[in-house]
């Protein structure tokens, strides 16, 4: 009632004075924003969930939206022959080393986020524990996994009955838990996985890496504890074309072109973050002037989470099992700063290993999933932390506290859970799967419902400020550095370029904690306008971010934010050349 009654107030245009928020710069000029707006109205919303799809069929171990359809892929393993849902019809799958055993199950759909519909789609080469990436036109390009499985690269494209296509041996090494990560120019390289410290340039379909094309690196030598801690290393490439790896409690800049270490960062204390540790990590917004004339443009990352270097051999190897507490950490870098650059460590209300850190179309952060004392593996945590935090990126007087806890779900989703930020701005949520197989009795059963949480910008009291996108007056094809329109309606008869974010997304291929190349990129805004056509219609023109540095080409959803509300729904974008 309270946020309702508030909601309601801040909708009275003479009552704008009292949103709440931290003020943006002076503006330069008339047409023209000198800094990022980052205000944003106050709601104590804390959000709502409802369950979306009682029975997906599989449990979602990987997740990632395709751009453009409704669709949103979930795959776990072939490994286990089963799943609750079984393929259409014949060819079963052949199971590898056993001549007369075939599996007819699916392990891999794509489900309508819209109407739940599911299209179960066939897979050979076992996907467990793999990693992917869209390319520039919106196909996904999936590597590693088990097996088989692990040295494979699988296509998947966007049309209504495309399936999988499958490479064997493409890869140069076997990639077990390894991390997938888009450069500048579109191209992917793959870096790590289990026994495997070297990295590679995903070769182009069909084609084979020769073994001598995985380049060794050290740096994933040094970072393995006993217990490895440094799979599936967070990688994001830098706003200067480097590429930030993060693996247990270290951290460097790495020059792909060269194979060169450019920067060290100070060691992030505390416990270990990479797999079997699973903390979490993104990259926060990065934000952008029109014509921007900046030689460096920040570029901040944040891990949170995480366990103490042992605890996967307390809660695996030792008997009775010990569950050690998750970290409570939360860390931010500016990896821009380079030897400027150190890690500034904040407390989350709940500790939180396994889970997803997800970037909101608001540019805060949604600490979702996973749980509170163990490590990643079979039945190796407990405690699950059923509460999203939200972390305000930008606190201002008003949002003293940075964390603030939201509703917590009934369903446990820890090892092997994700989460996926929709269009409409709420999460999809999915997965969980603690036990080598689909257990319904356990002390957490294998989970194929699906649930979609709403945060707290979907508070019903901030309708007024919730925008629609005209698509047909909206350019959806973006050109590095050009400018651009984006018309909408609603929120406010005359839109303040103050109260006004315009946010790209590139949607992350999440597992086991990783939400791989997850980025924002906040556009520098020219001016707002009316359109004499559409009075009712305000025309913000924007400039396309100027390189692939700060935005790897590819499809991107873009959100209107005003006064912190997001639009009703995200524009798919596709940017390039
Ligand atoms: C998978 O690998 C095994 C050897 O580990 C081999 O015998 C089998 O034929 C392979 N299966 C497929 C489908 O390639
Ligand atoms: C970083 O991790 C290593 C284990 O890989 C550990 O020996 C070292 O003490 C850690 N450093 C800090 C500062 O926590």
Known sequence: ???????????????????????????????????????????????????????????????????????????????????????????????????NEED????????????????PLRLIYDTWCSSGALDVNGQLVSTGGYNNGSDTVRLLDICPDCGWKEYPGALANGRWYATQVTLADGRFMVFGGRAAPT??????EGQKNAKNQAVDFKFLVETHDPVENNLYPFIYLSTDGNLFVFANNRSILLDPNTNRIVHEFPVLPGGSRNYPASGCSCML????????????????????????????????????????????????????????????????????????????????????????????????????????????????????????????????????????????????????????????????????????????YLDPALDPFRTDILLDKSANKLIYGQRFEVQVRGGDPNIDMQKLQLNIYYPPFTTHGISMNQRMIRMGIYEVRKDAAAPDASVIAYQAPPNGNIAPPGYYMMFVVYNGVPCRRAMWVQLKN
Request: contains cysteine; charged residues 20%; aromatic residues 8%.
């Open 104 to 119: 007819c199950f699916a392990h891999s759909i794509l489900i309508d986020y819209e109407t739940g519909n599911i299209r």
């Open 199 to 204: 990295y590679e340039f995903v070769p182009a």
């Open 285 to 456: 917004p990065i934000t952008l002037q029109p014509d921007d004339k900046r030689f460096f443009i920040p570029a901040e990352i944040m891990v949170c989470g995480g366990a103490p270097h042992d605890a996967f051999t307390m809660s695996d190897l030792t008997r009775p099992k010990v569950f050690l507490p998750a970290s409570k950490d939360c860390a931010r870098i500016d990896i821009s700063k380079r030897g400027k650059a150190n890690w500034k460590i904040q407390t989350m209300p709940t500790a939180r290993i396994l889970g997803d850190a997800l970037v909101l179309p608001t540019g805060d952060v949604l600490l979702i999933n996973g749980a509170m004392s163990g490590s990643a593996g079979w039945d190796d945590a407990r405690d699950p932390n059923l509460a999203p935090v939200l972390y305000r990126v930008v606190a201002g007087a008003n949002h003293a506290t940075k964390f603030v806890e939201l509703a917590p779900t009934n369903i446990p989703r820890v090892y092997h859970s994700t989460s996926a930020v929709l269009p409409d701005g709420k999460i999809l949520v999915a997965g969980s799967n603690t036990n080598p197989g689909y257990l319904d009795v356990a002390l957490y059963p294998t989970e194929t419902r699906v649930e979609k949480f709403s945060p707290h």
């Open 1 to 99: 009632m309270t946020a309702l009654r508030r909601g309601l107030c801040i909708f009275l245009p003479l009552l704008f004075v009292s949103v709440n928020g931290q003020p943006a710069d002076k503006p330069a000029g008339r047409n023209r924003v000198a800094a990022p707006n980052v205000i944003s109205v106050d709601t104590n919303y804390k959000g709502k969930w409802e369950l979306f799809s009682p029975d997906a069929g599989v449990s979602a171990m990987h997740l990632i939206l395709l751009p453009t359809t409704n669709e949103a892929l979930m795959f776990d393993a072939t490994v286990w022959k089963i799943s609750k849902l079984k393929l259409p019809g014949p060819p079963c799958r052949k199971v590898e080393d056993t001549p």
